[in-house]
């Protein structure tokens, strides 16, 4: 078993949705990051959270350390949001960091 | 600033050569990082570094060395290539372990 699991693996919305992603984990983290990754290949950090919620622009992201839980929204989503969203966290145990297998989104004009 | 880069872009090796992946940070961060990113798979952290001098094994270090001596670069060795090597590689810096940031990544395959 992962130490991170995501959800959906694959998600297509219309542009101006609402969008959700999931994101699950096992181990103690003292931080979780969500990454996207550009159908170039490129990986961008889009977020670091250890508590609450972060907001910036479209994108926000929030956290529930007791249930060790965490989403990522995206509002009024747009044809450019297409990318592989990667959750990550950081164990509390050491600098180790584990990846989810990411959330591939499509936005249809 | 440069930011991460990485160098090659591509290649591809034949079972049993060896190679040296380029990674180099201009922004002063002490943490830097080696992940492998297979296809499906999520990324997997092969070696870390957290200064010059200093490095550790992370998930999957088998087949691979690394060195650190200063804190720009963190160049990753194969040593012997296999087939299971064949994957995208990424290097990232951070400062204190805290916002990552990735180079473009090499796309290595081992024939």
């Known amino acids: 078993k992962n130490e991170v699991e995501q959800s959906p693996q694959n998600l297509t919305a219309q542009e101006g949705e609402f969008i959700t992603i999931n994101c699950s984990y096992s181990v103690g983290i003292s931080a979780l990051h969500w990454l996207q990754q550009h159908p170039g290949g490129g990986i961008v950090s889009l977020f670091m959270l250890s508590s609450g919620k972060k907001k910036h622009g479209r994108l926000i992201a929030t956290i529930n350390i007791q249930e060790k839980h965490s989403s990522l929204h995206i509002t009024a989503s747009h044809p450019r949001d297409s990318a592989v969203y990667i959750c990550?966290?950081?164990?509390?145990?050491?600098?180790?960091?584990?990846f989810g297998t990411g959330t591939s989104l499509t936005v249809i004009p | 600033n440069a930011g991460v880069t990485q160098t090659p872009k591509f290649r591809i090796l034949k079972i049993g050569q060896s190679m040296t992946l380029q990674c180099t940070q201009d922004m002063n961060h002490n943490y830097m990082y080696w992940y492998r990113q297979d296809p499906g798979m999520g990324l997997k952290l092969i070696y870390y570094?957290?200064?010059?001098?200093?490095?550790d094994k992370g998930e999957v270090p088998n087949g691979y060395n690394v060195s650190r001596s200063t804190t720009e670069d963190f160049p990753l060795r194969l040593e012997l290539a296999a087939p299971s090597q064949t994957s995208v590689y990424f290097c990232a810096s951070s400062y204190e372990g805290i916002t990552q940031y990735f180079g473009p990544g090499t796309r290595l395959t081992v024939l």
């Open positions: 990550a966290v950081r164990s509390n145990t050491g600098n180790q960091f584990y």
């Open positions: 570094s957290v200064g010059a001098g200093i490095t």
